[in-house]
């Protein structure tokens, strides 16, 4: 299951990079009243009070627009009882210790991790508060404890009552119980609540919510950075007399990794201008300068020869006397392009001086990484590096990478300015989608072995794709080789099948990647559910009832998919000869469920009505849940119809948003969410919603036509979207 | 150069050179960072303001192009079809990163003051120069829809 495999590598990788931010650990533990010393108002290191009982709630996480202060909020005030309209957020500052991903071992965002990984810690921070309030009140009132009740934010004894703003400096003296005591589900008033609305609602529609680029100091100059055209090369020289005749224009200085020139002005608009007009001399002796369909064959070659084994206990090797037995088999071969992010909100990063050092402003995905990298560049301690998260334009996996690359950009470019006004670096949406970074290209190929009964007998599934991981500060994730993201899906699949051989082969380019939401199973994902989809039609099964036969193995997983696909059937009214596609994936250790209907005409598609289904156990905040199955379905569509990444000779041929054009608001279907009730542990939603889309779209496109999709996106086979 | 803007009923005197997109004028000259930059080319809309009283993309309109007009600003949406449709946001919670909702809100303002009861095919014709990386689109519409009904009640 990759979310293990994740867990104990992000632990080790954390081991590696940032042992610093461990030294010194505070052993009295995250819920010690009083942990934060001066302020007396901190009940612990997640829930602060004020005198008016306004509760804030410390979001350890960023907010990308996933939901998740809106779900860490839930739970600190379900067990507070507080008065949900009272409670505030704010986003935590670095601090690995106290606010770490108990996932990751490190303070970061990522997985679709957010909710599982917190859910009893911020449960167990609100009952501790509430805990802490009850037992200042009785000692305020002079009445036993137990005599008290809390609700919607008021404390009430007899005739006492009051606000919990009355009782915070007393409660700021106490200990804190070590293991508060939660409540049941039956218990729940907030989680599972239809009623809560979105923490982010109102700043997000007056224009007051503050984002890494709203960020305006006094005397701050506006940095803009000249990056090689084709990825890995290097600054020879420049000549910034064309950047002179930009009014605003401050000063050109090449970064000291000589990755690019920055540009200073004295706004955005100059930056950007006067960044246009250098002219820059490359190095590209190490720099990619293959073409896109070059890159495809040479993946595709590396599929010949597959240099590590996946699944040890069935090595490819063992696959091959077994396929030749086959009565019959199914050929398949994929390929993915390259994908940009494409966050509506450029990356930006702002790095002011400060007594003790330097500020980050960011939508800060990645405190752990980001803290030492910039201060590494600065030479500074990471303690004198204070990272103040904001609101983040969305990410989808951008603003989390190993290398922290826009922050450490910005701290360059802060060190060469002179470091003594703030910084503000801001990519245009050119510099993002031609900056890397991107969702890997991927080629598979499979060969897929049935007996004479239509059963499989063996599968010898091959994978070549560039690893994300390795070479980087997460190298701890690798394991015998393979890096876990890079045949995820394939891998874990929950499908009970004989014989199941895996190869994986690591390209190599100097093009950047980075994890795009759902990772390595946004390509396995499409590639698992197209071929069950063939086996179905080999075989003359009805592809949900070949996948419910395919998954009663009995474990937990399983029983969570057939629950998912058998909501999902039934509110769709599927029936055997359907003219729909379907798709379900695991991912995350989210189960999700998917029927397209579709509209085809000749080449001309028309999604007319998608149907999901989810079980993501207990659901915190369902109509979060059901913005994140819309959103990631809508995320899937443009994706697999027209969005790509192409070289020519390693440069970009995309520019802007008329080359990679998002999903717009009349190419939306209709859209009807279903959760399974559950009461297992939460798992997340981020990202589960796009690997099912796009195949269960393909396979509707299969049914109506008989073409399959196998090189992505959609616009090579000449479909076209209406 | 100086600029005279009237911006949000109020006027105020710019500095900026010419050609500069009002978008840059209002985000970092006057701190009305409500106004978001998405694409630069009028491709995405995050950017929508209204020049007297028209959905206008920022990005394009040259600062010594916006003298002379009313400009409004998420931060100046305030009448009776804004509060409307605000509401109507927050209802349906409409918003995931937010990052392009402000330029959508002043884009639903102007559809709902130019046609009170737009169609499903009304919207989307209309919003279709919006775009929404998160896709929030099914919410945006239905909250058009609800705002509609505000307005009519």
Redesign the interface.
């Known amino acids: 299951m990759t979310i293990n495999v994740s867990r104990r590598g992000f632990l080790k990788a954390t081991a590696a990079g940032t042992t610093a931010l461990l030294v010194g650990v505070n052993a009295k533990g995250v819920l010690a009243a009083g942990s934060t010393a001066s302020a007396a108002t901190d009940l612990n290191p997640f829930v602060k009070i004020d005198a008016d009982g306004t509760v804030t709630v410390i979001i350890k996480h960023f907010e990308m627009g996933q939901g998740t202060t809106t779900g860490l909020t839930t739970l600190v005030a379900e067990e507070l009882d507080a008065d949900w309209d009272a409670v505030a957020i704010d986003f935590a500052p670095a601090n690995t210790e106290r606010y770490k991903n108990l996932f990751f071992g490190a303070q970061g965002t990522g997985g679709s991790t957010s909710i599982a990984n917190s859910f009893m810690q911020y449960r167990e921070a609100g009952a501790a508060a509430r805990d802490l309030l009850v037992r200042a009140a009785a000692q305020k009132w002079g009445v036993d404890a137990s005599s008290i009740s809390v609700e919607n934010g008021m404390l009430t004894s007899g005739g006492n009552s009051a606000h919990f703003g009355e009782f915070v400096a007393i409660a700021a003296t106490l200990e804190a119980i070590e293991k508060p005591t939660v409540k049941t589900p039956d218990q729940f008033k907030l989680i599972g609540s239809e009623k809560l609305h979105r923490k982010d609602n109102t700043g997000k529609t007056n224009g007051t919510a503050m984002f890494a680029m709203d960020v305006n100091l006094p005397g701050m100059i506006y940095a803009a950075i000249m990056r090689s055209p084709k990825f890995g090369g290097t600054v020879v020289s420049f000549d910034d007399s064309g950047a002179k005749d930009v009014g605003g224009f401050i000063a050109a200085q090449v970064l000291p990794n000589k990755a690019g020139v920055v540009a200073f002005g004295k706004n955005t608009w100059a930056a950007f201008q006067a960044r246009d007009a250098l002219s820059v001399e490359w190095d590209f002796s190490a720099a990619e300068t293959r073409s896109t369909d070059a890159m495809i064959a040479d993946h595709k070659a590396m599929l010949d020869a597959p240099q590590f084994d996946v699944n040890h206990e069935v090595p490819l090797a063992s696959v091959a006397p077994i396929l030749a037995d086959a009565a019959t088999t199914i050929d398949a071969e994929f390929d993915f392009p390259f994908l940009a992010h494409a966050p509506l909100e450029p990356e930006n990063c702002t790095i002011e001086p400060t007594e003790k050092g330097v500020r980050v402003y960011d939508g800060c995905q990645f405190p752990t990484f980001t803290q030492p990298m910039v201060a590494a560049i600065l030479e500074l301690d990471p303690s004198q590096v204070e990272v103040k998260t904001l609101y983040a334009g969305g990410s989808f996996g951008r603003r989390a990478n190993a290398t922290s690359d826009y922050n450490t950009e910005a701290a360059m470019a802060f060190a060469v300015s002179g470091r003594k006004v703030p910084v503000k670096l801001v990519w245009s949406r050119e510099d993002d989608i031609k900056g890397g970074y991107y969702r890997p290209m991927a080629a598979h190929r499979a060969k897929i072995g049935l007996d004479a009964d239509g059963k499989i007998i063996g599968w010898d599934h091959r994978v070549a794709v560039k690893s994300i991981v390795k070479g980087t500060p997460m190298a701890g994730m690798v394991q015998n080789d393979v890096d876990p993201t890079s045949a995820e899906g394939v891998s874990e699949s929950l499908y009970n099948v004989p014989n199941f051989g895996i190869g994986l082969s690591d390209f190599q380019t100097p093009v950047p990647i980075n994890w795009w939401r759902s990772v390595g199973h946004s390509h396995t994902g499409f590639v698992m559910e197209t071929l069950m989809d063939m086996v179905a039609t080999q075989t003359g099964q009805d592809p949900i009832e070949m996948r419910l036969s395919m998954l009663d193995g009995g474990t937990a997983n399983q029983a969570r998919m057939i629950e998912a696909i058998k909501l999902v059937r039934d509110i769709s009214g599927w029936k055997k000869g359907d003219k729909r596609g379907f798709a379900s994936h695991l991912s995350f250790n989210t189960c999700v469920a998917v029927v397209a209907d579709i509209t085809v005409e000749e080449t001309s598609v028309h999604v007319n009505k998608l149907f999901m289904s989810v079980e993501c156990g207990v659901a915190i905040n369902p109509d979060v849940i059901r913005a994140q199955m819309e959103g990631g379905a809508g995320f899937a569509l443009s994706t697999i119809l027209r969005n790509q990444i192409t070289l020519t000779d390693g440069e970009v041929d995309q520019y802007n948003f008329p080359d990679y054009e998002l999903l717009r608001n009349e190419e939306m279907p209709e859209i009807e969410v279903a959760i399974v009730p559950s009461n297992n542990a939460p798992t997340g939603v981020g990202e589960p919603g796009v690997p099912p889309t796009g195949p269960a779209v393909a396979n509707a496109i299969f049914a109506q036509t008989g073409k399959r999709i196998m090189d992505l996106p959609m616009t090579k086979a000449g479909f076209d979207f209406v | 150069m100086q600029y005279q803007l009237k911006i949000n009923g109020e006027s105020r005197t710019v500095d900026a050179?010419p050609g500069?997109?009002l978008l840059?004028v209002l985000?970092?000259?006057l701190?009305?960072?409500?106004?978001?930059?998405?694409?630069?080319?009028a491709?995405?809309g995050?950017c929508t303001v209204h020049v007297d009283g028209y959905p206008t993309r920022s990005c394009q309109t040259f600062v010594e192009d916006a003298v002379e007009t009313e400009i409004t600003?998420?931060?100046g949406?305030t009448d009776k079809v804004a509060e409307a449709v605000?509401a109507a946001?927050?209802?349906k919670?409409?918003?995931?990163?937010?990052?392009?909702?402000?330029g959508q809100?002043m884009s639903a303002i102007g559809l709902l003051t130019e046609n009170p009861s737009p169609t499903d095919a009304d919207?989307?014709?209309y919003?279709?120069g919006?775009?929404?990386?998160?896709?929030?689109?099914?919410?945006?519409?239905e909250a058009i829809k609800l705002a509609s009904q505000k307005l009519e009640a």
Do not use: H
């Open positions: 050179e500069t997109p840059w985000r970092d000259e701190q009305l960072t409500g106004t978001k930059f998405g694409c630069g080319v491709y995405c995050a600003t998420i931060e949406a605000q946001w927050r209802e919670d409409v918003v995931q990163c937010g990052w392009c909702q402000s809100i919207i989307k014709e919003m279709y919006n775009a929404c990386r998160c896709v929030t689109y099914v919410r945006i519409n």
